[in-house]
């Protein structure tokens, strides 16, 4: 190890503020899905321009809602993509349904258009698409194929709070949103943290009632409808719910994130721009491909090595030298918890040649998976920390591609 300090992967952007923010509701007494809550969720509507935010305690649980709530049920299929965290693949199971993966483009490592009619079965009831990376998904194009087919679209942008594209003429935030509901994250390594957390966004009226029914327990009556009333309510439970809340102490620091939203969007933006000029001449790295209709939030920096340079072995260089890297977005039907018939690739296990860890439909998901890194990105780096990365990486595919 080098003795300049380390760069890590990712740092969260907060501050004394966010630490201020908390007192309010700890000493108000209202600690979880009150008044803060209410008003990070109008703040956040206000940024996306969706009618309804709806917060929850996690991404997973905004994910699991949002099928629920479009009518995904036990023996459905629902249309994803195998290259995402692990949680995009279960919020499918944990509808008792069966995600059925596509293959990605590998210039932005987003669902293929293109492959997802021959995988369109009678049982498929959703399509949920991934902003991998906070990159948006082609939407103008899964919208077109959804529509055609009468199904609903979730747009998984757990990494996308931010992230534009351009639409009718404009550019506009994920999340207004184009498919029928968005989700996002809060989660530490995504662009605003509320330590752990999520948001739902639809311009639905209903889909936002039934988000609210099923985060509380499926009560009828919210409690702070309760509190403020002067008559005596009892409120019933109709359907099974979850407990899904925010509490009011990550709302107080989320509002406080969302004002700073610009500012790291900037120098994300800023960040990302100066990679591509430092990165530009290293032979055969494939440098982030942002389409002309995109903008992205830089969540991460995900570049592709070299042909014959070792995945690990760069990144072992790189940890030498004192810096953090990842490897490529994960795979879930490579994983463990993601057995044969558990889902599918619109090939019946039995006449797929799919072999364990290999699933010749998921070649791009695969070779992304082996063959990506992620470089650290965050608001508080500054241009010689991005100079000594574009160097080690530069040393690193150099060892790697002589053998060394
Ligand atoms: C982080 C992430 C999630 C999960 O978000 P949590 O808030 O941690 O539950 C889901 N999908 C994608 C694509 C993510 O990157």
Redo the contacts with the bound molecule.
């Keep these: 190890m080098s003795n300049s300090v380390f760069i890590p992967i990712a740092k969260p952007y907060l501050g004394e503020e966010e630490a201020q923010a908390t007192h309010k509701p700890i000493l108000s007494g209202w600690v979880t899905q009150g008044p803060e809550v209410a008003a990070f969720e109008q703040e956040f509507a206000a940024m996306t321009g969706a009618a309804h935010a709806c917060a929850v305690?996690?991404?997973?649980?905004?994910?699991h809602l949002a099928l629920l709530a479009v009518g995904v049920q036990p023996g459905d299929e629902v249309i994803t993509v195998s290259h995402?965290?692990?949680?995009?693949a279960n919020?499918v199971r944990y509808c008792g349904a069966k995600p059925v993966f596509v293959d990605i483009q590998s210039e932005t490592f987003n669902m293929d258009p293109a492959l997802i009619e021959r995988v369109i079965t009678d049982r498929t009831r959703a399509i949920l698409c991934?902003?991998?990376?906070g990159m948006p998904a082609d939407l103008q194009a899964i919208l077109s194929i959804a529509r055609k087919h009468e199904l609903p679209v979730v747009e998984?942008a757990?990494?996308a709070t931010g992230s534009e594209i351009f639409w009718n003429g404009n550019w506009e935030k994920i999340g207004k949103p184009r498919g029928d509901v968005a989700?996002?994250?809060?989660?530490p390594?995504?662009v605003v943290t509320t330590g752990?957390?999520?948001m739902l966004t639809t311009n639905d009226s209903r889909l936002d009632q039934q988000f609210r029914l099923l985060r509380q327990h499926g009560m009828s009556v919210p409690d702070t409808v309760r509190h403020n009333s002067n008559q005596v309510i009892f409120e019933s439970y109709d359907v099974p719910g979850y407990n899904f809340r925010m509490t009011d102490l990550q709302a107080a620091v989320g509002r406080v994130q969302l004002t700073r939203l610009p500012y790291i969007l900037e120098r994300r933006r800023a960040l990302a721009a100066r990679y591509h000029q430092l990165l530009a001449d290293i032979p055969g790295v494939v440098l982030p491909f942002e389409p002309q209709w995109a903008r992205s939030n830089w969540?991460s920096y995900v570049i592709r090595l070299p042909e014959g340079c070792d995945q690990r072995q760069v990144m072992q260089s790189m940890l030498d030298d004192g810096i953090a890297t990842r490897r490529g977005?994960m795979c879930a039907h490579r994983e463990p918890a993601y057995p044969s018939g558990t889902w599918s690739c619109g090939i019946e296990p039995q006449e797929c040649n799919c072999q364990k860890g290999s699933c010749a439909r998921l070649r791009q998901s695969e070779l992304a998976q082996d063959r990506a890194i992620v470089i650290p990105l965050y608001v508080q780096m500054n241009e010689v920390d991005q100079e000594r990365v574009a160097a080690a990486l530069r040393k690193a595919c150099g060892l790697s591609q002589r053998g060394e």
Excluded: E, Y
């Design positions: 305690g996690n991404c997973t649980h905004a994910l995402s965290f692990i949680a995009t919020a991934v902003h991998q990376v998984d757990a990494c989700c996002f994250s809060f989660h390594r995504k752990d957390g999520g969540q977005v």
